[in-house]
């Protein structure tokens, strides 16, 4: 309760400030600054840990050298994530310049998101529990 409560609250404050937001200046950095602390927030993060030993010893046969095969899925599977990021930051990049010349596109995406979370956390106050 306390939760949907709180998500309620800021989807409130969300769509009561998108209008009083003005936009800041993205502070850039160089891209072997941005390169090194990607790399170092994924490998202090306990998640990648968690995931590389949940679900990478599925794909691992006893029978064959398992440090070799590790190495290799971890490999492909840091591939494909960078991949992706490299996609989400290209993406971000180009809307952030369409939206940097339209507040007004942006106040009601801001509105957006606090509506949604408003029915989120609404809706998780409505819905029947089982015992």
């Known amino acids: ?31 072997r600054r941005a390169f090194r602390d990607g790399i170092i927030v994924e490998a202090l993060n306990p998640k990648t840990a968690a995931f590389f030993l949940a679900f990478i010893p599925q794909f691992v ?8 095969q590790f190495l290799a899925l971890g490999l492909i599977s840091v591939s494909l994530n960078t991949a992706t990021d490299l996609v989400v ?3 971000a990049a180009i809307a952030h310049g369409t939206l940097e010349n339209r507040p007004t596109l ?3 995406a801001r509105q957006t998101c606090g509506a949604v979370m408003c029915t989120l ?4 106050l409505f819905v029947r529990r089982s015992a």
């Open 1 to 31: 309760m306390a939760g949907a409560l709180y998500l309620v609250w800021v989807g409130f404050q969300t769509w009561r400030e998108a209008r009083t937001v003005e936009l800041t200046e993205v502070k850039k950095t160089g891209a």
């Open 121 to 124: 956390g609404a809706s998780l």
């Open 89 to 91: 930051t290209y993406s």
């Open 106 to 108: 942006i106040m009601r």
């Open 61 to 68: 046969d006893p029978t064959r050298p398992v440090a070799a």
